[in-house]
């Protein structure tokens, strides 16, 4: 069992196996002793922790596990033995020492913003020492993109915002691609301190006739001022005036990214929250009691279990809009801890399987559609030639309604007590027939996966009618046990009256009769509350008011003959030509040709055929 030791190193605490803190402890007092008498002595000191307590961290996958040896040894490597470098000025000759031995991996450059050699943000000198080339080159090809295109701006603000800005000596090594190491440590700091040296030097010598003393005192005190706070000073002034600017916008870019943070929680957890409640009321727990829910099983012609429909649902919809809760979370709190690769490939791979369930499901969903199949059944009505039917519409305590579509879908209890659809998907069509007795066709159809499914659904449609005293009462619905799911089950009742037959719809079905005339269907829903006689293939009112009849004789190829518009159409007779359009379709025929256009479509005949 051994002993563990907390630390505080750069700000960041570590829990270090006591052999390996006092290994750690030797090291670092021997680099200490290394550069006692090094200028900027302390900011090499502070560097190189911090470099250490990174790589520490790198190390670490949460913050209570124990650092050993190993680890010490492991960042030792990285950062070097003091006595493997010289200490003092040979170090940053030109030509490398014969004794000088890299430990080392070959360094990987990071990308930062250089803002001690910067005009604006120091993107452009970030960028230079990432690809190695002149920061002038990259300013240039800044201002083509500038003029060339307004994107450009955008690119280098958010280049602005996303690239961190090299802050410590050893974020400045990284930039350059040099390994971050005692000796780069040591060297950086000492080359910042010669050029802010260099630079009070300058300042001196211009001022040296006047103010000779000026020039020593300030060489004296470059030695213990903040050398970053004077190289900030001697900046020029379009430099700070760029600088103020950049602050103030991302000052502004700071609160708006805040915002869309909190909109993104509140987005996030609304839309999870929401998920949750619905699983839990609705697929899973029947904690909330929502209408309908109970009969949702019926709408899912497929059989799939509602409970795993709604955890797939919850997963596919919640995973996303989890990550942009987290995202938010992100953009507002700057540090805070990530869930970890584990969480995220686990949430990912859990999505994924629920997307593909979402898509199995539907595909069964739909193939119970895949075949629309219908059963019919014929009866015949005691209606002859010259007999008057009257047609009425009947609806129940259910099903209370006079209009198609409209609560036109209901699951209740019938008489027996048993759980019924009942569905006003009813539509009433009638045709003209040369039988001597009227019929009714009773057409069902319904949905399936395969055509005997279909065709079994249909015949358990249930439909009914009664006929007497020459009035037919047609129901308003259709009913069919919950077993047969809801397959879009419809009822078409045909009626098949004689010509010279009268019928006579009640207003109370208009909604269920088709809206316009055709070849197949001889009543429309204007025609309800009328007297209406049965011809050939139409209808002719008797009780309706008189109409309008327009007649003229017109000239059409030299031959005299004439025109008759009322609210049936128009119709031009000639002695070699007729023309009638009404209704139905349009008729046209001569000596030559005869053309018709209907619902059956279109007939054309010429005398030769």
């Not at 030792?76 to 030109?94: C, K, N, R, S, T």
């Not at 971050?180 to 080359?191: A, L, Q, R, T």
């Not at 069509?429 to 996966?449: C, N």
Request: hydrophobic share 40%; charged share 25%.
């Amino acid at each position: 069992m051994n002993k563990t030791v907390n630390i505080n190193l750069a700000g960041i605490f570590f829990h270090i196996d006591e052999d390996a803190y006092l290994k750690l402890q030797r090291y670092l007092e021997a680099i200490k002793r290394s550069f006692t008498d090094s200028q900027g002595r302390s900011e090499i000191i502070a560097d190189i922790e911090a470099r250490i307590a990174e790589l520490f961290s790198e190390r670490v996958q949460n913050h209570k596990e124990v650092i050993r040896i190993k680890e010490v040894d492991e960042v030792i490597a990285i950062m070097g033995q003091p006595e493997d470098y010289l200490v003092d000025d040979e170090i940053f000759e030109d030509e490398p020492q014969a004794s000088y031995q890299r430990r080392t991996n070959a360094p990987s450059k990071k990308l930062f913003r250089d803002t001690d050699n910067s005009y604006v943000g120091g993107v452009s000198s970030g960028l230079g020492h990432y690809f190695g080339i002149d920061a002038i080159w990259v300013r240039l090809a800044w201002i083509i993109l500038f003029t060339a295109a307004g994107t450009g701006i955008l690119l280098y603000i958010l280049l602005w915002i996303l690239v961190p800005e090299a802050k410590t000596t050893a974020e400045k090594i990284m930039m350059t691609g040099e390994p971050v190491n005692i000796s780069n440590i040591e060297k950086k700091i000492k080359d910042g301190l010669d050029s802010v040296s260099e630079t009070v030097t300058d300042v001196a010598k211009n001022v040296s006739d006047t103010v000779s003393g000026a020039a020593k005192s300030a060489s004296n005190a470059a030695k213990n001022v903040d050398f970053k706070k004077q190289t900030n000073k001697v900046k020029s002034s379009s430099s700070a005036f760029f600088e103020t600017i950049g602050e103030v916008f991302m000052f502004f870019f700071k609160i708006f990214a805040k915002l869309i943070g909190i909109l993104l929680i509140f987005i996030g957890a609304v839309t999870i929250i929401s998920l949750i409640i619905s699983l839990l009321s609705v697929g899973v727990i029947d904690i909330i009691h929502v209408p309908w829910m109970e009969n949702a099983e019926i709408f899912s012609a497929s059989d799939s279990p509602l409970w795993l429909v709604s955890l797939f649902t919850l997963f596919a919809v919640g995973i996303p809009f989890f990550f942009l809760f987290y995202l938010g979370i992100k953009i507002l709190i700057n540090n805070s801890k990530s869930i970890g690769n584990i969480a995220k490939f686990t949430l990912l791979g859990v999505w994924l399987i629920s997307v593909i369930g979402l898509v199995v499901i539907g595909v069964r969903e739909a193939s119970e559609h895949a075949y629309d199949e219908s059963f019919t059944e014929k009866y015949e009505l005691n209606i002859t030639a010259n007999d008057t039917l009257k047609v009425k519409m009947l609806t129940n305590d259910v099903m209370d309604s006079y209009r198609r579509r409209h609560n036109s879908f209901k699951v209740a209890n019938n008489e027996k007590g048993e759980k019924t659809i009942y569905n006003s998907d009813i539509l009433v069509v009638v045709r003209s027939t040369t039988d001597s007795l009227a019929s009714i066709h009773i057409r069902k159809s319904a949905d399936g996966r395969t055509y005997d499914k279909a065709i079994e659904r249909a015949k358990n449609i249930n439909y009914n009618y009664s006929f007497d005293n020459n009035t037919l009462m047609l129901d308003s619905f259709l009913t069919t046990a919950v077993e047969n799911k809801s397959s879009d089950q419809e009822v078409v009742v045909v009626l098949y009256l004689p010509e010279g037959s009268i019928v006579h719809f009640n207003n109370n079905t208009k909604s269920f009769l088709n809206y316009y005339k055709n070849r197949n269907n001889i009543v429309s829903s204007k025609q309800t509350n009328l007297l209406l006689q049965v011809i050939e293939d139409n209808t002719e009112c008797l009780d309706c008011p008189e109409e309008k009849t327009f007649e003229v004789d017109v000239d059409i190829h030299n031959e005299t003959s004439g025109l008759k518009i009322n609210k049936e159409g128009l119709e031009v007779k000639g002695e070699n030509v007729n023309v009638k359009v009404d209704g139905i379709g349009l008729k046209a025929e001569s000596e030559a040709v005869k053309y018709k256009i209907d619902s059956d479509g279109v007939e054309f005949k010429s005398k030769d055929d």
